[in-house]
């Protein structure tokens, strides 16, 4: 498990990228789910950065729940919900994915709503395996599948162990590599359906960086 030091220290890498960066368009990844999982969904972007996908979502009229650790991120995004207000609903929340009672508490407005609306939800998880340790990511699973109904969506894309060797434009903060058979059986076990599973390069290229990533599209059975 990671330790409150490099914790402490994560979180202050985060905030200060956060302070410096500004990413308006959306992600590959984004642009395909919302290609293969057309209808009414609540979109739930766990570990949502500066919201490029989060807003993206919204201004196709989904409604989006934003959640990240990082203060400097959710404040930023909360005056952009003012500035361009997009045709979804959209809002943002600080949680620590490692505190299950905070992550419950979001799940429980998420469901309520899906409930009423008559939509389902897609658990939206861009590059955010990877940035948390293994302890988290249970804790993460375990509160996701106990707190979301059947028929929600899980998709993910994340870096694998076959990206430890290649370069890095950024690679001064934690970061661990998945293995994705055993990252599948985790998901499968807790009753998820994994409908689609790709692996390898030419995912989501950013200037001379072409990480080795997973995607997963799964279903809550």
């Given at each position: 498990m990671i330790s409150d030091k490099l914790i402490h220290k994560n979180s202050n890498y985060w905030d200060n990228f956060y302070k410096k960066q500004l990413i308006n368009k959306e992600s590959s990844f984004c642009k395909k789910i919302r290609n293969e999982l057309q209808g009414d969904f609540i979109v739930v972007d766990i570990g949502c950065g500066l919201g490029r996908d989060s807003f993206s979502f919204a201004e196709e009229g989904y409604d989006v729940f934003g959640i990240d650790g990082s203060?400097?991120?959710?404040?930023?995004?909360?005056?952009?919900?003012?500035?361009?207000?997009?045709?979804?609903?959209?809002?943002?929340?600080?949680?620590?994915?490692?505190?299950?009672?905070?992550?419950?508490?979001?799940?429980?407005?998420?469901?309520?709503?899906?409930?009423?609306?008559?939509?389902?939800?897609?658990?939206?998880?861009?590059?955010?395996?990877?940035?948390?340790?293994?302890?988290?990511?249970?804790?993460?699973?375990?509160?996701?599948?106990?707190?979301?109904?059947?028929g929600t969506c899980f998709v993910a894309e994340f870096r694998t162990a076959e990206d430890a060797v290649r370069s890095k434009v950024y690679d001064d903060h934690y970061r661990r590599f998945v293995e994705t058979d055993t990252f599948l059986v985790e998901l499968i076990n807790r009753g998820f359906s994994v409908n689609k599973f790709y692996k390898g390069t030419g995912f989501s290229i950013y200037k001379d960086e072409d990480p080795f990533l997973a995607r997963v599209i799964a279903e809550k059975r």
């Open positions: 203060e400097e991120a959710i404040s930023t995004n909360k005056k952009r919900v003012e500035q361009i207000r997009p045709i979804g609903e959209v809002y943002f929340s600080k949680v620590d994915l490692s505190d299950q009672k905070s992550l419950q508490e979001i799940l429980t407005v998420v469901t309520s709503k899906a409930d009423l609306e008559n939509k389902r939800i897609i658990l939206y998880l861009r590059f955010l395996l990877h940035a948390i340790d293994v302890e988290t990511e249970k804790i993460l699973l375990d509160t996701l599948v106990e707190n979301t109904p059947i």
